[in-house]
T-cell receptor
Framework: GIQVEQSPPDLILQEGANSTLRCNFS?????LQWFHQNPWGQLINLFY???GTKQNGRLSATTVATERYSLLYISSSQTTDSGVYFC????????FGTGTSLTVIP | GAVVSQHPSWVICKSGTSVKIECRSL??????MFWYRQFPKQSLMLMAT?????????EQGVEKDKFLINHASLTLSTLTVTSAHPEDSSFYIC???????????FGPGTRLTVT
């Protein structure tokens, strides 16, 4: 299957700081999504972004499909942003990345 | 829109028994559903892909006779863990896509504990 690596694995931020999360994948894909997994395990869709750039409030994402990576930007972080962020890629079925565990401290 | 539910949210069963987990798409027709499992502090691992009315496609290393998947309608897929053992204890998550929805939408997950 496709290999998906995320960096950094862990990130601690002061509230108000900005961050960039990276997702590298090993093969060309047609689908890519970013998710936030809350403490109860629910996966929240953040972006469907197989290519290009999208923004939603304090979050934005960019995927450069030709270079097989995607970036998730979080600006002005809040404590509620804490949790694990996953990217998932594939054609049809999804393969999940290793995740970035984000902790935002007040 | 695009809501996926799972039932039960958590279940405890004794070793050797079978457990059924339901995954429902509430407001769209899910032509494809996926089942994942997640161990603590780890990523999600795809177990199988099911298309409505067809046999599920299992990922390598997943025992199809142990994890029975049925996708009998466009809104319901079930995962049955047969003869459960403690090592099957995990967080099981389903997702669905279909119709005009290209993205996958995830259920809230089912936490299975086998004693």
């Amino acid at each position: 299957g496709i290999q998906v690596e995320q960096s950094p694995p862990d990130l601690i931020l002061q509230e108000g700081a900005n961050s960039t999360l990276r997702c590298n994948f090993s093969d060309s894909v047609n689908n890519l999504q970013w998710f936030h997994q809350n403490p109860w395990g629910q996966l929240i869709n953040l972006f469907y972004i197989p290519s290009g750039t999208k923004q939603n409030g304090r979050l934005s994402a960019t995927t450069v499909a030709t270079e097989r990576y995607s970036l998730l930007y979080i600006s002005s972080s809040q404590t509620t942003d804490s949790g694990v962020y996953f990217c998932a890629v594939g054609d049809g079925q999804f393969y999940f990345g290793t995740g970035t565990s984000l902790t935002v401290i007040p | 829109g695009a809501v996926v539910s799972q039932h039960p949210s958590w279940v405890i069963c004794k070793s050797g028994t079978s457990v059924k987990i339901e995954c429902r798409s509430l407001d769209f027709q899910a032509t494809t559903m996926f089942w994942y499992r997640q161990f603590p502090k780890q990523s999600l691992m795809l177990m199988a892909t099911s298309n409505e009315g067809s046999k599920a496609t299992y990922e390598q290393g997943v025992e199809k006779d142990k994890f029975l998947i049925n996708h009998a309608s466009l809104t319901l897929s079930t995962l049955t863990v047969t003869s459960a053992h403690p090592e099957d204890s995990s967080f099981y998550i389903c997702s669905a896509s279909g119709g005009a929805l290209i993205e996958q939408y995830f259920g809230p997950g089912t936490r299975l504990t086998v004693t």
